[in-house]
C-alpha cells in the first residue's frame, strides 16, 4: 500500500503463488471466515496464524552469524483505489477480497477512512496459505535440514503412540523413547515437501539453540518417509487453554503463569528472539507445576531493533502488527496481556467477531480491559494496561514486568499440580 487513503489511491501487495492460494482460499473460506462462532470456529480462530515476510540482513544470534534468506514464490501485486459506489467501497479488488469483507460485514461507509487497516487485515489473513515461502527464517550459516537430524529410523526409536493435538500441518502424540523408557512428545510434520527447509531449520534450531526452565526442552530430530519427526519434553499437563475453558483462575494464579511465561521471554528478548505467537495453547504445563512456552515455528531473530512481517495469531496479534508498522519485542508482550485476559475471562477479546473484524477492532479501539473491572484488583488492571498500551514505545519490557507488584503476589504452582488432579478425575 504505497499511497495513503486520503489520495484516493490504496496499493496492497501479496506475494504468493495465486493458483495454490486462491484453491485454499475456496477451501477455507467457510471454515476461517465464518461469523457464527460455533466452538469448531473458535478453535480454528485459535490456531490462525498469519505470517508475512520480513528484511534480510546478516545478524548474529548466539555468537554465529546468521543469513537470512530471500523470499520464494511469485509476486502478484494489487491495484486498489476507493469507490464508494461499488458493494466493498473499493474498485480493483480481487474476488477472494471481496468475499473477506462481505462475510466480515464491512460496508462503503466504513472502508475509505479505514481502508489501510482493512487491506492490511485481508494480507494478513490470506497470507496464511503461504506461510513457507513468505517467511525469511534464521538458519546457521552453511546448514541444511539434514545437517540436524539424527540418522536413524524413530519407527524403531519410538513406541506407545498416543495423538494428543492435531493441526493443519503437524500432528503431536505422546511417546515412550524406547532405549531409556522415557515419555516424550513427538511432533510429526505430515509432509515436508510442503515446507521450505529453511522452515523447519528454523523451528528446530532454535528448539535446540534455546536453553531455559520455561521453554520446552527439544530432544532430536528426524526424517522417516518424508515426515519429520521432532520429539521434545513430554509435559502431563498438556495445554494451558484445556484448564482455561474448565476452570476459573484467581489473581494469584493468574500472576504465576504471567511470571514464568515472562522469565521465558526474558531469555529470547535478552538474545533478540521474537516469539511471535504467545498464547495459551502456547503454553505446556507439567506435572509439578512447570509452565513452558512451546512451539517455535514462528520464532525469528529481531534485526536492527524493529521487524515488518505479519505473523502471529489474529486475536492475541498486537496493533502495531495489524497496521503494518515496524516492531519489536514488545509485540510477544502485547500478546502475553491477552493471554492474561484470556486467563481471567475464559477467552482473548473480540473471540465472537470473525477475524477481520477482529482484527479492525484491535486497530481502531481503545486497548482491550477485563469484562468485570470490579472484580479485579487495581494491580491486576494496572499489570494488564502496562502489557497493553497500543503505543509500544510505552508498553513495559519482560524485565520491568517482572518487578510489577502484581507479579510479585503471584502463587506458586501448588495450584497447577491440585487442577492437573482434578483434571485427571473429572
Same mark, same amino acid.
Given at each position: 500500500m504505497d499511497e495513503e487513503p486520503n489520495k484516493k489511491t490504496t496499493k496492497g501487495s501479496l506475494t504468493?503463488?495465486? /493458483?495454490? =492460494?486462491?484453491?485454499?482460499?475456496?477451501? &477455507?473460506? /467457510?471454515? /476461517?471466515? *465464518? @461469523?457464527?462462532?460455533?466452538?469448531?470456529d473458535m478453535q480454528a480462530k485459535r490456531t490462525m496464524t498469519s505470517p508475512g515476510s520480513a528484511r534480510s540482513p546478516k545478524p548474529e @544470534?548466539? %555468537?554465529? !552469524?546468521i543469513p537470512i534468506g530471500a523470499p520464494e514464490g511469485f509476486k502478484r501485486t494489487v491495484h486498489v483505489s476507493l469507490d464508494p459506489h461499488s458493494d466493498t467501497g473499493f474498485k480493483g479488488i480481487p474476488e477472494d477480497w471481496r468475499n473477506i469483507l462481505q462475510v466480515n460485514g464491512f460496508s462503503t461507509e466504513q472502508t475509505p477512512q479505514d481502508s489501510k487497516i482493512l487491506l492490511n487485515g485481508i494480507e494478513i489473513l490470506t497470507n496464511e496459505a503461504t506461510r513457507a515461502s513468505r517467511t525469511k527464517f534464521i538458519s546457521p550459516v552453511g546448514k541444511k535440514l539434514d545437517d540436524f537430524l539424527i540418522k536413524k529410523d524413530p519407527t524403531k526409536l519410538f513406541g506407545n503412540l498416543v495423538r494428543l493435538d492435531e493441526g493443519a500441518c503437524a500432528t503431536v502424540y505422546k511417546g515412550t523413547y524406547l532405549p531409556t523408557n522415557k515419555l516424550c512428545a513427538i511432533k510429526i510434520i505430515k509432509d515436508t515437501v510442503n515446507a521450505t527447509d529453511e522452515s523447519l531449520i528454523n523451528e528446530i534450531?532454535?528448539?535446540?539453540?534455546?536453553? &531455559? #526452565?520455561?521453554?520446552? !526442552?527439544?530432544? %532430536?530430530?528426524? =526424517?522417516? !518417509?518424508?515426515?519429520?519427526? @521432532?520429539s521434545m519434553e513430554f509435559l502431563e499437563g498438556g495445554k494451558l487453554t484445556d484448564l482455561i475453558t474448565k476452570v476459573e483462575f484467581s489473581e494469584p494464579e493468574i500472576g504465576y503463569v504471567c511470571k514464568e511465561i515472562l522469565q521465558s521471554l526474558k531469555y529470547l528478548h535478552r538474545e533478540k528472539l521474537l516469539h511471535r505467537d504467545i498464547k495459551s495453547d502456547n503454553v505446556l504445563i507439567g506435572a509439578k507445576g512447570e509452565v513452558k512456552l512451546a512451539d517455535f515455528?514462528?520464532?525469528? *531473530?529481531?534485526? /536492527? #531493533?524493529?521487524?515488518?512481517?505479519?505473523? %502471529? $495469531?489474529?486475536?492475541?496479534?498486537?496493533? !502495531?502488527?495489524?497496521? %503494518? $508498522?515496524?516492531y519489536d519485542s514488545k509485540i510477544d508482550i502485547w500478546s502475553l496481556g491477552i493471554m492474561a485476559l484470556e486467563m481471567a475471562d475464559g477467552d482473548p477479546p473480540h473471540m465472537h467477531l470473525p477475524p477481520l473484524r477482529a482484527l479492525y477492532q484491535i486497530a481502531k479501539q481503545p486497548a482491550p480491559k477485563v469484562q468485570d473491572l470490579e472484580k479485579w484488583s487495581p494491580e491486576f488492571q494496572d499489570f494488564l494496561e502496562c502489557c497493553l498500551r497500543k503505543d509500544c514505545n510505552t508498553r513495559l519490557t519482560a524485565d520491568q514486568?517482572?518487578?510489577?507488584?502484581?507479579?510479585?503476589?503471584? $502463587?506458586?504452582? #501448588?495450584?497447577l499440580i491440585r487442577l492437573l488432579e482434578w483434571k485427571k478425575n473429572n
Open positions: 504468493t503463488a495465486m /493458483n495454490f =492460494l486462491n484453491k485454499i482460499l475456496r477451501r &477455507n473460506r /467457510n471454515k /476461517n471466515l *465464518e @461469523i457464527n462462532t460455533t466452538k469448531a @544470534i548466539m %555468537g554465529q !552469524e534450531y532454535i528448539m535446540s539453540a534455546c536453553k &531455559n #526452565d520455561n521453554i520446552v !526442552e527439544f530432544l %532430536g530430530a528426524y =526424517l522417516h !518417509e518424508g515426515q519429520l519427526w @521432532i515455528g514462528f520464532c525469528v *531473530e529481531l534485526v /536492527n #531493533d524493529k521487524r515488518k512481517t505479519v505473523i %502471529g $495469531t489474529p486475536y492475541w496479534m498486537a496493533p !502495531e502488527v495489524v497496521m %503494518g $508498522t515496524p514486568l517482572l518487578q510489577h507488584k502484581f507479579i510479585k503476589q503471584a $502463587t506458586s504452582g #501448588d495450584f
